[in-house]
């Protein structure tokens, strides 16, 4: 693990699993309190002249992170596919988000550092300035190890931050060698570390340190309330990046292939493991039977398998916990009344091998109070419910806890705008799907926490606020 510049190993080390074996792929450091002093204290000196470069000169850097990703692409998006498991062709559309995180957060050499507002007296001036923070903590989830990394890293380095990152205990390998990257790119020494370990000690020492100026997080809700908890004694500034139960609604005037094949993408892409995921698609009742025709005919072709091979559509599950989670919530649908259309557990032809294989899964039949339609799945398996008013499937939609992302397909505008009024969420997307663009805002409302770190309004995060008066009169 890289500590303070310092690359590190230890005697105590923790698997990393292959999700398409079942095999322990590698093992890596487990950092300890020892680590985590030495890398904040080097951090709080590279900082200090970090921060003080222009916002040019640390552009120059980040432009030569992208380069660097470039060079090792194919590199990178390996190790995404084997230790989290989706397909390469995935995994290298994620490296390519990575390069467009740096490359939005080097454009903001461009942006207003700051503001002169008027001053209520002549020969004085009345400033406010945008400083860098100081030493920001990450952690970040396993589901883009890569992407993620970039997200926050960017713009904590744009902004004239160090930033300390541990990555989820399942996939700290795409940070760990994204970290090479920085520094193989020229990026001053002690600015970026990635501390490997348990969250729930060497994460929580970090978040808690006097040091850490702020915390950004993407992850469970339940572990964003756990580390929002943790911050709150500090009072200092933390981003949230939180789950997730985005609806898909097809109305009666929708483009049926349209919506058909986006919900279809947008459920099963990344083995389904996505915050912004088809969680439950809602579909009019005069268009219901259409769409679950149709969709199944899609379901039932998807290829799942090795996902080094060019050919595979959807990979394993990241881990056995995230496969048992997932399968408890299909069989407590079925237990409760759903109509199992399509798979529901293992694929048929990988029934024995170890992988953390789930088959594509379907489910109809199924009522809005069920937990497969309330609770976060995180898998591959989607519910979907007939509506009959828009009133109804507004009040469906807004019905869970999550408030990240809706999809909605209509041909009608005025459906569509007053949707954009009604939907609960903090990203609604009419007659398209996701991913989310680099210069919007990622932002989450309710359970699906405080908003996320892109576009102006997330790299704004990364910066604080100073007001300067200044007195420049001359004496008689």
Same mark, same amino acid.
Not at 202 to 209: C, D, F, N, R, S
Not at 243 to 272: M, T, Y
């Given at each position: 693990?890289?500590?303070? @510049?310092?690359?590190?190993?230890?005697?105590?080390?923790?698997?990393?699993?292959?999700?398409?074996?079942?095999?322990?792929? +590698?093992?890596?450091?487990?950092?300890?309190?020892?680590?985590?002093?030495? =890398?904040?204290? *080097?951090?709080?000196?590279?900082?200090? $002249?970090? @921060?003080?470069?222009?916002?040019?000169?640390?552009?120059?850097?980040?432009?030569?992170?992208?380069?660097?990703?470039?060079?090792?692409?194919?590199?990178?998006?390996?190790? *995404?596919?084997?230790?989290?498991?989706?397909?390469?062709?995935?995994?290298?559309?994620?490296?390519?988000?990575?390069?467009?995180?740096?490359?939005?957060?080097?454009?903001?050499?461009?942006?207003?550092?700051?503001?002169?507002? #008027?001053?209520? &007296?002549?020969?004085?001036?009345?400033?406010?300035?945008?400083?860098?923070?100081?030493?920001?903590? &990450?952690?970040?989830?396993?589901?883009?190890?890569?992407?993620?990394?970039?997200?926050?890293?960017?713009?904590?380095?744009?902004?004239?931050?160090?930033?300390?990152?541990?990555?989820?205990?399942?996939?700290?390998?795409?940070?760990?060698?994204? #970290?090479?990257?920085?520094?193989?790119?020229?990026?001053? &020494?002690?600015?970026?570390?990635?501390?490997?370990?348990?969250?729930?000690?060497?994460?929580? #020492?970090?978040?808690?340190?006097?040091?850490?100026?702020?915390?950004?997080? +993407?992850?469970? +809700?339940?572990? @964003?309330?756990?580390?929002?908890?943790?911050?709150?004694?500090?009072?200092?500034?933390?981003?949230?990046?939180?789950?997730?139960?985005?609806?898909?609604?097809?109305?009666?005037? #929708?483009?049926?292939?349209?919506?058909?094949?986006?919900?279809?993408?947008?459920?099963?892409?990344?083995?389904?493991?996505?915050?912004?995921?088809?969680?439950?698609?809602?579909?009019?009742?005069?268009?219901?039977?259409?769409?679950?025709?149709?969709?199944?005919?899609?379901?039932?072709?998807?290829?799942?398998?090795?996902?080094?091979?060019?050919? %595979?559509?959807?990979?394993?599950?990241?881990?056995?916990?995230?496969? $048992?989670? *997932?399968?408890?919530?299909?069989?407590?649908?079925?237990?409760?009344?759903?109509?199992?259309?399509?798979?529901?557990?293992?694929?048929?032809?990988?029934? $024995?091998?170890?992988?953390?294989?789930?088959?594509? /899964?379907?489910?109809?039949?199924? %009522?809005?109070?069920? $937990?497969?339609?309330?609770?976060?799945?995180?898998?591959?398996?989607?519910?979907?419910?007939?509506?009959?008013?828009?009133?109804?499937?507004?009040?469906?939609?807004?019905? /869970?806890?999550?408030?990240?992302?809706?999809? &909605?397909?209509?041909?009608?505008?005025? +459906?569509?705008? %007053?949707? /954009?009024?009604?939907?609960?969420?903090?990203?609604?997307?009419?007659?398209?799907?996701?991913?989310?663009?680099?210069?919007?805002?990622?932002?989450?409302?309710?359970?699906?926490?405080? @908003?996320?770190?892109?576009?102006?309004?997330?790299?704004?995060?990364?910066?604080?606020?100073? =007001?300067?008066?200044?007195?420049?009169?001359?004496?008689?």
């Amino acid at each position: 693990m890289l500590v303070g @510049g310092r690359w590190v190993s230890t005697d105590e080390t923790r698997p990393v699993d292959n999700p398409a074996t079942g095999d322990v792929l +590698t093992e890596v450091p487990e950092a300890g309190p020892e680590h985590l002093e030495e =890398t904040l204290a *080097v951090a709080y000196k590279a900082q200090k $002249d970090w @921060g003080r470069r222009t916002y040019a000169e640390r552009a120059d850097v980040l432009a030569a992170v992208i380069d660097t990703v470039e060079e090792h692409a194919e590199e990178l998006a390996q190790i *995404v596919v084997a230790e989290q498991g989706k397909t390469i062709t995935e995994a290298r559309g994620e490296i390519g988000g990575v390069k467009a995180f740096f490359d939005f957060a080097l454009t903001q050499k461009y942006r207003n550092v700051g503001e002169v507002v #008027a001053s209520s &007296a002549a020969n004085r001036q009345l400033m406010v300035r945008e400083e860098p923070i100081g030493i920001v903590a &990450a952690i970040i989830p396993w589901n883009f190890p890569a992407a993620i990394f970039a997200r926050k890293v960017a713009p904590a380095l744009m902004a004239g931050n160090a930033i300390v990152l541990k990555p989820s205990e399942l996939t700290p390998l795409s940070a760990l060698a994204m #970290a090479k990257v920085c520094e193989k790119a020229g990026v001053p &020494a002690g600015l970026v570390s990635v501390l490997t370990g348990g969250g729930r000690s060497i994460g929580k #020492a970090l978040v808690e340190h006097p040091l850490v100026g702020m915390v950004t997080v +993407t992850g469970s +809700t339940r572990a @964003g309330r756990e580390i929002l908890a943790q911050a709150a004694h500090k009072v200092i500034p933390v981003s949230l990046e939180l789950g997730g139960k985005a609806p898909v609604i097809v109305f009666d005037d #929708a483009d049926l292939d349209l919506a058909v094949q986006e919900a279809f993408e947008s459920r099963f892409w990344n083995c389904g493991q996505v915050c912004t995921c088809n969680e439950r698609t809602y579909v009019q009742r005069g268009v219901h039977d259409e769409f679950v025709r149709r969709l199944l005919e899609k379901v039932n072709g998807l290829v799942v398998g090795d996902p080094l091979d060019e050919g %595979s559509q959807i990979g394993p599950k990241v881990s056995q916990a995230e496969w $048992d989670k *997932v399968k408890a919530f299909v069989d407590g649908a079925v237990d409760a009344g759903a109509r199992l259309e399509t798979g529901g557990g293992r694929p048929e032809d990988l029934a $024995d091998d170890k992988g953390f294989w789930f088959a594509p /899964t379907v489910l109809t039949g199924v %009522s809005n109070e069920m $937990d497969i339609v309330q609770q976060e799945v995180f898998g591959p398996v989607l519910p979907i419910i007939p509506f009959d008013t828009y009133d109804e499937v507004v009040e469906y939609a807004n019905s /869970t806890d999550y408030g990240l992302t809706a999809y &909605a397909y209509t041909e009608d505008f005025r +459906t569509a705008l %007053s949707l /954009t009024e009604d939907l609960e969420f903090g990203e609604v997307y009419i007659n398209q799907t996701g991913p989310e663009q680099v210069q919007g805002f990622h932002t989450g409302w309710k359970m699906s926490g405080l @908003g996320g770190d892109d576009g102006q309004h997330g790299f704004e995060r990364y910066t604080r606020k100073k =007001t300067v008066y200044l007195d420049y009169r001359r004496g008689s």
